[in-house]
Structures are given as C-alpha cells and as structure tokens.
C-alpha cells in the first residue's frame, strides 16, 4: 500500500489508547473495512469509501477491498527529544520514516489522568512537539549547508540548487514556522523532498476531547483550529473513551451509537480521512464479478502511474487505460451498459487520473 501515518503526542494525552481504539474499532467493522495488525505497533485499516459499496452491488463482484492506510504508533516524546532525551532518537527516526503526522492533543480535563507537563494546555504541548522537530530539521540543514558549500564553490550545480534552497527554508525554521508552511513551487519540489524535513510533513491534529464535546469540540479545539489557521494543517476532534465504547460494537450497533450521540462518523472514519486529504490522496476503482477494489495514488498521477499501484508491469508495459466516470458507472448500471452508451473512454499516458476513474488496463510486457 505503501501510505502511512505516524501517531505522535506526549505522554497521557491519549495517544495509545487512541490507537488501540482505532484498530479495534476497524477489527469491529471487518464486515466492511478490514483490519490486520502488523507488529504489535502498527495497525492496517480501510479507507472507509461507499462508492465502492455501491460498485461492487452493481458489479456483483464476489470480493470487496477497500485502499488501506497505515497507522503507526510512535513511542511518546519529551522535552529534548531532539538532543536524545528519552526516546528523542527513535522517536525522531520513526517519524522520519511516515508519510504524514497524527498529532494527538489532550483536550480535556480529568483529574485522574496525570498530564506530563502538570496541566493541560494543548497549545504547549503541540509547540513542544512542534519545537523539536524544529531543532531537528534546524541542525539537519545546518549539517547539510556545510558539505553543500564546498560542493558549491566547484560548481557542482546541483549543490547550488540544494543549497539555495535551504537558504530559503532556514529563516522561516529559525521564526518557529514549520516547513509546511512555506509555499514551493512545482519546479523546486524535488528538490524540497530531497530535505526529508520532520516539519514539511502533512499533519493531522488528533483533538482528543471529553465525551460531551466530540460532537462540537470545546475551548481547546478552538484555540488549536485558530493557530492552525495558515499552517496547511488538517484537524479533527474526537473522544477516546467513545472510541473505546465503539469498539465493542457491531458495525450496525456503532451507527445506533453514533447517532444517538449526534455524531456521524466513527473517530476511525474521521481520522482515516483526514489522513487521507493530509497526504494529498485520490482513489480509483477496479471492477469486476471477482472482486471491487479500491486503489490509492496521489492527486496528478498519470494513467500509468496509478496502474503501477496495482503492479509494476502494468506502468512499464502501459498501453492504455479504458476508463469509464463512477457517476456514468452507477447511471448505467454495470460496465458493458456504460460501453454501450459510449460513456468507456480510451485514455493514453498523458491522462491524468481523476478520483473516482474506474479503470481496465491494457498492457503489454
């Protein structure tokens, strides 16, 4: 699959819990969603689509699965992480190592959970999660900058790109702005990715909220959405202990549930999405009467790209890509009623991929 996020927060704000929430919420609507635990850490989940519900009604495909997400749930942070404090060096590695950054924050008060910091303030915490992946970008770059300038000064042009453009994001790290926030330009992206900054990442931040304020957040969800505001974040809120409640349920227990609560989604649907939009993600379909599936890639991919996602002979041998809108699909009813009606298009290499294509690759090896 390929995509992952890394679940990060200090210590006793919900993180695990959360997790373990979560992945046996999804264990819950395996009728649905499959769930498979990897290591003890890592749990595997479906990305809740009803689009592919209806496809696979239509199609009277035999099998149903769904495009999954990775979730990882990273060992807790301290202050000084970035200097090795606690688990500062493995935490810093495995957040180095996911796509994108689940970042809960307690966003309640309970006198029986004790808060690592004394009190509950989520904006101090974030700043202090925020403030060593800083440090950590800040003496990655500053390392890089001095190999780079020797480099420079014997023309190697690639170095001088490099290095101009960690002149660009340096100031705006030493203003205590994330990398995230800086606009980079389709021509200077690669280059960008090359940094591998913590704080370039997209992030999901996880408002781990009381049971009263899942449906409408509180004080704290407000504070956190307002200095968010121009940092290309994503946010949720959600309660942990209706999580853990949830995940004793049923699929269609947990919708009686839900509503009866004012919610519509599950913390797991909500989060999955989320995650979903953060990486910049869109989905495709293939159908048939052994099975409808679910495809992920990223927003621009081209035709063969995405048929990479299924395997690598696909993309190598691309010839083309017949394609039929999920909208054209679902008003004719089955694939050869969308043919008949003209609706199947014959796309080449250069088709960039909408979400919701439905696909049949043709190619050659």
Not at 16 to 23: E, I, K, Q
Not at 157 to 177: A, C, N, R, T
Not at 328 to 344: H, I, L, P, Q, R
């Amino acid at each position: 699959m390929g995509f992952n996020c890394g679940i990060v927060g200090l210590p006793n704000v919900g993180k695990s819990t959360l997790f373990n929430a979560l992945t046996k919420t999804a264990q819950a609507q395996a009728a649905n969603y499959p769930f498979c635990t990897i290591e003890p850490n890592i749990g595997r989940v479906g990305v809740p689509d009803a689009r592919l519900d209806t496809l696979a009604k239509l199609a009277e495909s035999k099998q149903k699965i769904p495009t999954t997400l990775e979730f990882v749930d990273i060992a807790g942070l301290v202050r000084g992480a970035s200097k090795g404090e606690g688990l500062g060096n493995q935490f810093l590695g495995h957040v180095r190592s996911v796509d994108a950054i689940i970042h809960v924050l307690r966003c309640f008060e309970d006198d029986d959970i004790t808060h690592v910091e004394g009190s509950v303030d989520p904006l101090r915490d974030r700043e202090i999660i925020e403030t060593e992946l800083l440090l950590a970008d800040l003496e990655s770059l500053e390392k890089r900058k001095i190999s780079l300038e020797k480099k420079a000064k014997a023309q190697d042009q690639h170095s001088k790109d490099v290095l101009g453009l960690i002149q660009q994001v340096l100031p705006v790290l030493e203003s205590g702005k994330p990398a995230r926030s800086i606009a980079i330009g389709e021509d200077k992206k690669a280059l960008f990715d090359e940094l591998q900054l913590l704080t370039a990442k997209p992030i999901v931040y996880v408002c781990n909220v009381a049971e009263e304020d899942a449906a409408t957040g509180n004080q704290f969800t407000e504070k956190i959405a307002s200095i968010i505001a121009g940092e290309n974040a994503e946010m949720v809120f959600i309660s942990s202990a209706i999580e853990a409640e949830i995940a004793s349920l049923n699929h269609e227990e947990q919708k009686e549930f839900l509503l009866s609560l004012g919610l519509e989604k599950t913390g797991l649907d909500q989060v999955i999405q989320k995650g979903y939009e953060a990486l910049d993600l869109i989905t495709f379909f293939t159908v048939g009467p052994k099975e409808a599936r679910s495809w992920t890639t990223h927003q621009g991919s081209t035709a063969p790209q995405a048929a990479g996602k299924i395997h690598s002979d696909f993309e190598r041998g691309f010839i083309r890509a017949e394609t039929i809108n999920y909208n054209d699909y679902v008003a004719c009813g089955s694939e050869t009623a969308a043919k008949e009606a003209g609706k199947m298009r014959q796309e080449g290499k250069d088709y960039i991929v909408k979400d919701g294509d439905i696909f049949h690759f043709r190619f050659n090896v």
